[in-house]
C-alpha cells in the first residue's frame, strides 16, 4: 500500500519525505482547499521548492482544491488547477463537479483523485466519478466501518485510499454544515471548520469556557484537559444530560488493521494532518513507515483520459416522460410554487396517513414521499410510498416525486436505490450521486436535492447535461450566491433549471454513519429499538447554557431553529426560485402551508416570524437577521 502524507509547509514536507512517505499532499494558500488555516499551506516559492524536493527523492505529489467554488471566485479554482498541472503535479484530488469537468477538459494528462469531500461512500456513486471524470482514485469518507470499506473495495470501478491516521469526523465529509450553521464559515466554502476567529476562551466562576462565535461549546474544570473547540467534540445537554453528544474528541488510528486493509485491496493509506507540525509529521511518518506494508495487486484502471481525448461515454440526454411536469423558468407570469418536502423523521404508519390525509386538501404543486434519513426506518415499503402517491394524485394536481436516501453505506442500500430508481411512475429526487449515476444509465431527469454538493454554474452544468430538471440548492446558499449560480449557468448557454429553495422547517445539516439518538439513550445503532419513533420532532440539543442549538434526528443533526423564510418572499421571487419547499413538522404543516399560499397569492408578507434565516442573507445560518441587525 502507498503511505500518503500531509504537509501543511515546506519544513513538513521534507520531513515525510525523509521518513519515507510514498507520496505527499499539500495545499495552496487560500481557500481552494479544505484546510484554510492562516498561516498554512503553500505560496508560489514554496511550490516550487515542493515539486523540486519532491522530484529529487522520486516521490510522489498530490494537490487538493478540493473544497467548492462559488460562482465569483471560479477563477481561483481554475488558476490552482492550472498551477497544479503545470507543475506536473501526480495528481490532483478534486471533489466539486465543477472542478473536476474542467481538469479533466484542460488537463487530461493530469490524474484526478476523488476527494473525501466528495463523499462518495458505494460503488454506483464512484462509477458516476469514473465514468465523468476519469478519476484514478477515491478516497474514502472516513465514516465507512471496515466491514463497508471491504464492500465498496471489492465492487469499485477504481482503486481506492483510506484514511489510516489523523482527526476523526463522524460526520459524512462534504455533507456538513455545522460549522456554518454557528459561525457562518462553511468547510465546503471556506476551507475550515469551527475557525479559529471565531473562538473565544474565559475563566469564568464555572470553570474555563471555550466559544465558537459565542456559543458555548464545552467548559472544563481546572483539572480537565481543554482541547481546540471544534463544534461536533463539545459537550452538550440532550434530555438533561452532559455529555460528547456527538463525538468524543478522538482520534482514528487503523495501524494494527494495515494488513486487513492491504488484503482487502486498499491502494493507499492516508495521515491526516496539514495543519499539524513538521515534528508531528515526523513522527507519525516514521512510525506508519516502520511496519510491514505489503503492496495490494494492482487494481486496473478501467476509465483512462489520454492526451487530448476524453475515453468516457458521454452523458446521454435524459428523455422526458410523460409524468414529468415542468415549468418555464423565468417566466414572470408562472405563479411561484409549493412544494411538501419528505418527512425527515420518522413517523409510524397511522402518524403519516393522517398528515398526508390533511395534506392531501392544500394548495400544493410538489409533494415528495419516501425516506431519506435512515433505511432502517420502515414504517412504509416502497410499494407502499408509490401507493400513497398515487391516492395523492386522485385527490389533488400535486406532481409526487420519490426522495432518495442520503448516506449509502449498505449493500441492501443500494440495492433498494436501484429499486427507487426502477419505480416507473413518478420522478426521482436524488441525494446522492449514486443516485445520479444510476438514473443516468436509466436515461431518466431528477431533481437534484439539497444534499447534492452544488454551488457553482459549472457543477450545475454538468448535472443539467446529464439529466436534471429541478435545483434544490445546499441549504447554507444564500440569496446572492443562487442568483450567481443561475446568472453563470446563463453564460455557460445551459437552459436553467426550475430552482427550489428550502423555505420552511428545521435545516438539515449533517448526517453521519453514527446514531445520534440511539446515542442519546445510550443505545447501541444495531439495537437502536427504533427509538426516533418517539421524537417526532427530533431530540433538542442545548449548549451547557441552556441555548438551543440542534436537533437530533438519527444519523441526521438539524437545526434546532425552523428556517422560514415567509418574510422573505420577495427577494425569493427575485433571485429566480420556481418553488419553496415545506419541509414536515409533527405539528401545526396545515397552517403553514396556507400562510405561504396566502403570500404567494399577492397577500403582503409579514415583517418578521420566527424562525431563523441566516443562511439565506449570507450569514450564520442560526441568525434571524432582523434581530441582529444584519438586513
Known amino acids: 500500500m502507498q503511505l500518503v502524507c500531509p504537509a501543511g509547509n515546506l519544513p513538513a514536507l521534507k520531513a515525510a519525505v525523509r521518513q519515507g512517505a510514498d507520496a505527499v499532499y499539500v495545499g495552496f494558500r487560500d481557500d481552494t482547499n479544505a484546510r484554510h488555516f492562516a498561516g498554512l499551506n503553500m505560496d508560489d516559492k514554496q511550490f516550487d521548492a515542493a515539486v523540486a524536493h519532491i522530484r529529487q527523492h522520486q516521490r510522489k505529489l498530490y494537490v487538493a482544491v478540493n473544497t467548492y467554488p462559488q460562482p465569483k471566485i471560479w477563477s481561483r479554482w481554475q488558476r490552482a488547477v492550472d498551477r497544479a498541472a503545470d507543475h506536473g503535479v501526480d495528481a490532483l484530488i478534486a471533489g466539486d463537479p465543477g472542478v473536476l469537468g474542467y481538469a479533466a477538459a484542460h488537463h487530461p494528462q493530469m490524474a484526478l ?136 474528541p478522538t482520534s482514528l488510528d487503523t495501524l494494527d488493521l494495515l494488513p486487513e486493509l492491504s488484503a482487502i485491496g486498499v491502494e493507499a493509506v492516508k495521515i491526516e494532518g496539514r495543519q499539524r507540525s513538521p515534528a508531528y509529521v515526523e513522527q507519525v511518518t516514521r512510525v506508519w513507515r516502520a511496519p510491514s506494508t505489503p503492496t495490494a495487486a494492482p487494481r486496473p484502471i478501467l476509465w483512462s483520459r489520454t492526451s487530448g481525448a476524453r475515453c468516457w461515454p458521454d452523458f446521454p440526454k435524459a428523455a422526458r416522460p ?11 407570469e408562472t405563479q411561484m410554487k409549493l412544494s411538501l418536502g419528505p418527512v425527515l423523521f420518522y413517523w409510524d404508519k397511522e402518524h403519516l396517513g393522517r398528515f398526508y390525509s390533511d395534506m392531501a386538501g392544500l394548495p400544493l404543486d ?28 386522485s385527490c389533488s394536481s400535486a406532481q409526487i416525486v420519490l426522495s432518495s436516501l442520503t448516506l449509502i453505506e449498505a449493500a441492501s442500500e443500494l440495492s433498494s436505490l436501484r429499486r427507487l430508481c426502477d419505480n416507473g411512475e413518478v420522478l426521482v429526487e436524488a441525494n446522492d450521486m449514486g443516485a445520479v449515476q444510476l438514473l443516468i444509465e436509466r436515461k431518466l431527469p431528477f431533481v437534484g436535492g439539497p444534499a447534492l454538493n452544488l454551488y457553482n454554474g459549472h457543477a450545475l452544468a454538468q448535472l443539467l447535461d446529464a439529466g436534471m430538471q429541478r435545483w434544490v440548492p445546499p441549504v447554507e446558499c444564500s440569496q446572492s450566491l443562487i442568483a450567481d449560480v443561475l446568472e453563470q449557468v446563463r453564460e455557460l448557454g445551459r437552459p436553467l433549471p426550475e430552482v427550489e429553495i428550502f423555505a420552511y422547517g428545521h435545516l438539515p445539516l449533517a448526517y453521519s454513519a453514527r446514531c445520534f439518538t440511539a446515542r442519546a439513550e445510550n443505545r447501541p445503532k444495531d439495537d437502536c429499538q427504533f427509538c426516533c419513533i418517539n421524537y417526532p420532532d427530533g431530540m433538542a440539543l442545548t449548549s451547557q447554557e441552556g441555548q438551543p442549538l440542534f436537533t437530533l434526528n438519527g444519523i441526521q443533526t438539524m437545526s434546532a431553529d425552523v428556517t422560514n423564510l415567509l418574510a422573505d418572499y420577495p427577494g ?60
Not at 456554518?180 to 476562551?201: D, F, H, M, Q
Not at 410523460?322 to 414572470?332: K, Q
Not at 409533494?367 to 394524485?393: H, M, N, P
Request: charged share 20%.
Open 113 to 248: 483523485h476523488l476527494s473525501v469531500q466528495g463523499s462518495a461512500t458505494h460503488a454506483a456513486a464512484l462509477k458516476f466519478y469514473v465514468e465523468r471524470y476519469g478519476i484514478r482514485r477515491a478516497v474514502l469518507p472516513r465514516v465507512l466501518s471496515l466491514a463497508q470499506v471491504k464492500q465498496v473495495a471489492a465492487s469499485s470501478v477504481v482503486p481506492i485510499e483510506v484514511f489510516g491516521f489523523g482527526s476523526l469526523c463522524i460526520m459524512a465529509e462534504g455533507r456538513c454544515h455545522l460549522s456554518s450553521y454557528i459561525t457562518g464559515e462553511s468547510p465546503n466554502l471556506c476551507g475550515v471548520c469551527s475557525p479559529a476567529k471565531a473562538v473565544r476562551w474565559s475563566d469564568d466562576a464555572d470553570g474555563l469556557s471555550a466559544r465558537l462565535s459565542e456559543v458555548l461549546i464545552d467548559r472544563y474544570t481546572p483539572e480537565e484537559p481543554a482541547g481546540y473547540p471544534t463544534l461536533c467534540k463539545g459537550r452538550f445537554l440532550v434530555g438533561g444530560k452532559r455529555f460528547h453528544a456527538l463525538e468524543e
Open 366 to 393: 410538489v409533494i415528495y414521499l419516501g425516506e431519506t434519513v435512515c433505511s432502517k426506518r420502515r414504517a412504509f415499503s416502497l410499494d407502499q410510498w408509490l401507493g400513497l402517491g398515487r391516492e395523492l394524485q
Open 572 to 631: 425569493l421571487v427575485a433571485c429566480g426560485a420556481d418553488l419553496l419547499r415545506l419541509s414536515p413538522r409533527a405539528e401545526g404543516m396545515v397552517g403553514v402551508v396556507q400562510a405561504f399560499d396566502q403570500v404567494r397569492q399577492g397577500a403582503m408578507p409579514p415583517l418578521c416570524v420566527d424562525g431563523c434565516n441566516g443562511y439565506w442573507h449570507g450569514q450564520a445560518g442560526m441568525l434571524r437577521v432582523e434581530e441582529v441587525g444584519l438586513c
Open 322 to 332: 410523460p409524468w414529468v411536469l415542468t415549468i418555464a423558468h423565468g417566466n414572470e
